[in-house]
């Protein structure tokens, strides 16, 4: 051991003074002070431990380590330069560090013992056997009622492969495949036949942990099923055991007659005692063939077979065994799990799910494509929308993605985890409209259903509402649609009782809102109100820049809802793309490609001009015809500079048309004219125009 000295008994030194003094590794030589009323002095004398004012009076006695606490940082300077080279000088303040978190050490471990020792307090009360093995095959755990069942002490178990325990165990067999094996018979070598269960032990992450076996003796059982052969004995011996099961349990006699059935059968079925004791064992199924004839015509067991039982026709899992005493068959017994409830919990699960997935948006601005300046613009503002709580009016023609950006503005907002609601205002007769917008008390009208009905505006409270060909409301709706907007507040059809709500709404319409107002048919104080924030998608003719983007994307789409592996298109078919004005806009396009798709062989890959309908614009009426336009090119260039030639064409054939004017010019071919300037100076179009 090695000799420690401690300098200063003040409170520090007396806080380490109790903590080294119950080491058994260091030996607390000497506590020195110059106050020999120091507290650390008075405890140093009641221990037996030398003490003294003057510590070099101590260095010549050997002393491994001196704890320098007194805070006097020239007597630390002093000892450092006194004491002898092997003596090791430790501050107080690291020495008494040190010392805490040995202390704190120590206390975890005691920590971890008591919680060890509950955990095995619980492990040995369970009335089932348990053991547990590493990933490695080596057991772990095995409790006291492990012990009993197989005869093995836990000190002779643990540390040991199962198998070297448990010859037959199939514990090892469970870590290769990570497959649960539920309610498996095993004869241990002892003799005693065990009903066990073993899973496997995976963490969230996947990986395997090891495996662990729940069993129980059920030999007092199986004795009594094979040595007792009159089967009223059989009843009285096992209703005690039958009737604490949460599963069904029936048995019928060799005729195929109900001799006893337990308290849970009748839950789950719905038969009483009188309706089945003494009766066919066909009177509870009413959907399937009866197990327990099954087994009493074959003789042989059956598990797992799915059907349906009792008046309600409840959906249960049996398994069905033969009673055979001496070889004689004496009846059967039938174990009936419901599975009802379970199917309904899944059920209902999927209905959740596919209610979340109509609430949910699924569309963010990763899913918009554009790069033109006006689609640039465009988004940029919706990003900016999505962020304060402003209404916003997408418009633009049909097609071009409106709600696309609904999705997306709803997605970007604080919003996004509540509900999205999405209404087509045009979809929904005007008679209707408005009670499902904002529903409707009980008695409202004929047909109203009990209770009334919740609305859209209500659905969608905390979250947002998507309200697609604003244009299309009644005055009606519309008035009501004011009031949401200005006292964020709706009033159900046939109610009086106004209902607050907290809604962001987003609407949309492809109609002029301006012509409405002038016709009277659209009021001009909600126009106010939702053109709030406008935000205008142009049309596919004015960015065709983008089409051969939007075909990758379109065709990914088309591949996985028709099963198809369509690589892209070729050349020639995306200059006739490019040709077109596209009146339908992104929607045209897609349904253009899906066409294609769908008439294509199944060795095809490319989308070519064959593929394509006949494309025609309605302002000049000519086919593009890509054959005749295609002469031009050279079709072993790149698609880019294919394109690149193909629109300096069109804008110096417009400027000629035009007569230079490169306003105009820009107005025409939905380019801004800073643009234009950009493209006439990569073309060199200026001097071509000049000359």
Not at 52 to 77: A, P, R
Request: glycine fraction near 8%.
């Amino acid at each position: 051991m090695q000799n420690v000295m401690i300098v200063g008994a003040g409170k520090g030194g007396t806080a380490i003074l109790k903590i080294l003094k119950e080491s058994e590794m260091l030996n607390l030589h000497a506590v020195v002070d110059r106050n020999l009323d120091a507290p650390g002095i008075q405890m140093a004398q009641e221990e037996g431990i030398k003490t003294g004012t003057c510590w070099q009076s101590f260095l010549n006695e050997n002393i491994d380590i001196i704890i320098e606490v007194t805070g006097n940082d020239e007597v630390f300077q002093e000892i450092r330069d006194t004491k002898n080279k092997k003596t090791v000088l430790i501050p107080g303040s690291v020495a008494f560090l040190v010392a805490r978190l040995m202390e704190e050490k120590e206390e975890l471990i005691e920590k971890h013992q008591n919680e060890s020792y509950q955990q095995e307090l619980i492990f040995n009360a369970t009335n089932d056997g348990m053991v547990v093995i590493d990933k490695f095959g080596k057991v772990i755990l095995f409790n006291r009622r492990a012990e009993e069942i197989m005869g093995v002490k836990k000190d002779e178990a643990i540390g040991k492969f199962v198998v070297e325990v448990i010859p037959h165990s199939r514990l090892p067999h469970i870590l290769e495949t990570r497959r649960i094996e539920s309610n498996q018979e095993m004869i241990l070598k002892n003799g005693k036949k065990i009903i066990t269960t073993r899973i496997p032990i995976i963490e969230e992450n996947g990986t395997l942990i090891g495996a662990f076996a729940v069993f129980k003796d059920i030999t007092e059982v199986v004795n009594l099923a094979e040595e007792i052969t009159d089967l009223k004995e059989i009843q009285t011996m096992l209703q005690a055991i039958i009737h604490s099961s949460d599963d069904a349990i029936s048995v019928v006699d060799e005729d195929g007659r109900g001799l006893l059935i337990n308290p849970a059968y009748t839950r789950i079925t719905g038969l009483t005692q009188e309706q089945v004791i003494g009766q066919p064992a066909t009177t509870d199924i009413s959907e399937g063939e009866s197990m327990h004839m099954k087994v009493l015509q074959t003789r042989r067991a059956v598990r797992g077979v799915a059907m349906r039982v009792g008046p309600n026709k409840k959906e249960v899992i049996v398994n069905v065994a033969p009673i055979i005493v001496k070889g004689k068959l004496k009846g059967s017994v039938g174990v009936i799990h419901d599975m009802s409830e379970m199917k309904s919990l899944s059920r209902e699960l999927s209905r959740a799910r596919q209610l979340i997935r109509k609430l949910e948006a699924k569309y963010t601005f990763e899913d918009i494509i554009g790069k033109s300046d006006e689609m640039t613009l465009a988004i940029e503002q919706a990003k900016l929308g999505a962020k304060t709580p402003a209404t916003v009016l997408l418009r633009g023609e049909s097609g071009t993605g409106k709600e696309l950006f609904a999705h997306a503005i709803h997605n970007a907002s604080d919003r996004k985890y509540n509900k999205f609601i999405r209404v087509n205002c045009a979809a929904i007769s005007e008679s209707l409209l408005e009670s499902e917008l904002f529903g409707y008390e009980e008695g409202a009208f004929s047909g109203a259903i009990r209770g009334g009905k919740t609305g859209f505006f209500e659905e969608a409270n905390n979250g947002s509402i998507f309200l697609d060909e604003i244009g299309e409301l009644s005055a009606n709706t519309q008035a009501k649609l004011l009031r949401v907007l200005q006292e964020n507040e709706i009033i159900r059809v046939g109610g009086t009782k106004p209902v607050t709500i907290n809604v962001r709404i987003i609407a949309a319409t492809n109609v002029n809102l301006e012509k409405g107002i002038a016709k009277g048919t659209f009021r001009e104080d909600l126009y106010y109100r939702l053109n709030r924030m406008p935000i205008h998608i142009p049309p596919l003719r004015k960015r065709k820049d983008e089409i051969p983007l939007l075909c990758e994307r379109l065709i990914q789409k088309i591949n996985r809802d028709y099963g198809r592996n369509v690589e892209g298109v070729t050349q020639v078919a995306l200059l006739q793309l490019m040709g077109y004005d596209w009146p339908g806009n992104v929607r045209e396009l897609e349904n253009i490609l899906g066409r294609a798709i769908i008439f294509m062989n199944y060795y095809e890959t490319l989308i070519d001009v064959h593929h394509l309908p006949e494309l025609k614009n309605k302002k000049s009426g000519q086919e593009l015809n890509s054959t005749n336009e295609s002469e031009s090119f050279t079709l072993d260039r790149t698609l880019s500079e294919m394109m690149e030639e193909y629109e300096a064409n069109i804008i110096q054939q417009t400027l000629s048309r035009l007569k230079g004017n490169k306003t105009l010019t820009a107005k025409t071919l939905g380019l801004s004219v800073r643009n234009l300037y950009y493209k006439l100076e990569k073309y060199n179009l200026e001097k071509n125009i000049m000359q």
